[in-house]
C-alpha cells in the first residue's frame, strides 16, 4: 500500500483532544484508555499537504490571511470533480469550521423564539446553537428498522409547516447514523423546506467518506435556482486536518453572501490553511481514496467481528462517515450502565446522550484508527458485554 495507515503515531503530548480528554469528561475511564469517539482520525495527513504547510512556513511571516483565489477554485474543481456540480467561485465564503457556521446561521437567519428543525438523532451543536441563542430546537425522528435509519417524512412535513419553523439544518451523510440519503429522499426534503419558506443548512462535511459505490448528492444540485440554502463543505474529515479550521460556505443568495463576508461572521482563515485545503483538493485525491478502501475493510471487520461476539447488537455498516452506529438495547441494560461497562473496560466511545434525542443505548464509534488499535478496542467492548 502506498500509504501505510497502519502506522501508529504518536499524539501524546500535542494537545490532542481526542486522546487528553476522555478522563476529564467521563469518570469511569482508566488511564490507558483505546480513544474511539470524537471524529478526528489517527493517520498521517496526506503528504502533499504537509509539504504546502512547510512551504508556507518558509515565507516566514503568518499575518492575518484572505481567503484566496486559489482556494476557491480548488474547492468548486473539487465539487465538480467529485459531484458533477458546477459552483460560480464567487459563492464561496470563508468559515472557521462547520460548528462556527451553525451558530453563524441560527443567529442571521431566524429571530429569537423561532424553531429550528433537524432529525434526531443528531449532532448535538445542531441543539446547542439553536437552545443556547434562544431559539427553539424541533426534533423529527428518524425511524430505525433493523439498524437501517430513514426520514419520517410524514412526521417533518408536519413540522415544517409550523408558521414558527424557519431553519432546516440538514445533515448529509448524517451524523450519527451514516445515512447517504438518496436523490428522492432529498428531492422530498428540500421541496418540504422550500415550499414552507425554510431556509436550509446543509451540512456535508462527510460527503467524501461514502461507502466504495456510493456517491453523495449535494442538496443544492437538486435545486439549482433556489437561493435559500447553505451548503457547508471541508476537507477537514476528509483528509484529517480539522484542527486547521477551515470549512467552504457556498452562498448563492448575492446579498446574504456579502453581508456574511463584509461582516467576517466566521473570522479570517488561518496563515497555513489555504495551502492545506488547495494541496488536499488538487494533490491528495489518491490519498483520499486509498483511505476510503481502508476504513470499508475495517467496517467488514467490525461487522464480522459484532456479528460472532455480540449477536444481540444492532449493527448494519453505515453507508458514509467512518463513524459506526451501533444499538446494545439488546442487552438489557440501562445506557449509564454501557457507558460503564464499556468504559471501565478502557474504550472511550460516545453514548446517545451525545446525540440529542431517539438514540437510547446506542454507542458511535470512530473506525479511523489503525486497524491493530480498533480491533483492540472493539475486543474490549466485546468482553465487556458478551458474559450477558
Known sequence: MKYDFDEIIDRSGTSSIKLETGEKINPYLPEDHIPLWVADMDFACAPPILNAMRKRLDRRILGYTNLSDDCRRSACRWMERRYCWRIDEEQVVFSAGIVASIFAAVERLTSPGDEVCFLTPAYRPFDNATRWQGRAPLYSRMVERDGVWSIDFDDLSKKLAR??????????????????????????????????????????????????????????????????????????????????????????DEDLRRRWTKNYYNGHPSALSNEAVCAAYDESEDWLEALRVYLDESFAMMKQLLTERLPEAKFVIPEGTYLAWVDLGGYGLSEQELKRRISEAGVFVQFGEDFVDNADCHMRVNLASPRSILREGLERICRALEDL
Open 163 to 252: 408558521k414558527s419553523c424557519t431553519l432546516f439544518l440538514h445533515c448529509d451523510p448524517q451524523n450519527p447514523t451514516g445515512r447517504v440519503f438518496t436523490e428522492p429522499e432529498l428531492l422530498t426534503l428540500g421541496r418540504l423546506c422550500f415550499d414552507n419558506n425554510v431556509f436550509v443548512l446543509s451540512d456535508e462535511i462527510h460527503a467524501d467518506l461514502t461507502r466504495a459505490g456510493l456517491r453523495h448528492i449535494p442538496l443544492s444540485k437538486l435545486f439549482p435556482n433556489e437561493k435559500r440554502i447553505i451548503t457547508c463543505t471541508s476537507p477537514s474529515k476528509s483528509f484529517n486536518i480539522a484542527g486547521n479550521n477551515h470549512a467552504n460556505l457556498f452562498i448563492p
